[in-house]
């Protein structure tokens, strides 16, 4: 069985600062995917990056980047330049090529910006 | 396109009543899955279907609640006899059917806010 564990109940950080929220899981598959999902205060479920565990190259979209240690079953989140519209809930969730393929889902990381 | 289309919004339900939850994937898309999430909490996998069958419902609780993705309609998610614990938001998601697709992770519905009084 998968386990997903956030640590940071919550986080928050300056507008335009950088924040890391990490994520640690446990599984006994070596294909994979890792994502991270924000969810607003609207409740919709955002996907804001995936993650190839075969691939050792960092996954990045824009402002969003990942640290992906496969060794350590680390998954963390970087968000530069923080934003205000950046204020959810997010969670990072790994997926597994075999049975339902069903996304596991962490307790989530409240991340709040400061003006 | 229109996305996943999760209704009602919002049910409200007394204690014992039947809430029915409705859940259209986005067309193409032939897996349905079902989330349940507690406040402050993440989302808990409960069932996978797939057209006309369950693939895996161990999520689901044993008792009152049932899935069910016919070969014509939405997806439902019908939970008898309603508790003040199911008081909740229930998502659906929706996923291609190659395997390709597992990278794609899966596109959310809103959601529906199950409140029970």
């Known amino acids: 069985a998968q386990t997903v564990t956030q640590s940071q109940p919550e986080m928050s950080v300056q507008e335009a600062e950088t924040v890391t929220l990490s994520c640690t899981y446990d599984t006994s598959e070596s294909d994979y995917y890792l994502f991270w999902y924000k969810q607003p205060p609207s409740r919709q479920m955002i996907l804001v990056i995936r993650?190839?565990?075969?691939?050792?190259q960092n996954a990045t979209e824009n402002r969003f980047s990942v640290n992906f240690q496969k060794a350590a079953k680390s998954f963390s989140l970087k968000i530069s330049d923080s934003q205000l519209g950046d204020a959810a809930m997010y969670f990072c969730?790994?997926?597994?090529?075999?049975?339902?393929?069903?996304?596991?889902f962490g307790q989530g990381t409240r991340l709040t910006i400061n003006p | 396109n229109a996305g996943v289309m999760q209704n009602p919004r919002h049910l409200v339900r007394r204690r014992g009543q039947e809430a029915r939850l409705r859940c259209s994937p986005m067309k193409g898309h032939s897996h349905v899955y079902w989330y349940r999430q507690l406040p402050e909490e993440g989302l808990k996998f409960m069932v996978y279907l797939q057209k006309e069958n369950i693939i895996d419902e161990s999520g689901m609780p044993k008792e009152r609640f049932s899935a069910e993705f016919p070969k014509e309609g939405p997806s439902i998610l019908r939970i008898q006899q309603v508790v003040r614990g199911d008081s909740a938001a229930y998502f659906c998601a929706s996923s291609p059917l190659w395997t390709g697709a597992v990278g794609k992770g899966y596109t959310f519905g809103s959601g529906t806010r199950l409140t029970v009084v």
């Open positions: 969730a790994p997926r597994i090529f075999q049975g339902a393929q069903k996304l596991v």
């Open positions: 993650q190839e565990a075969y691939k050792q």
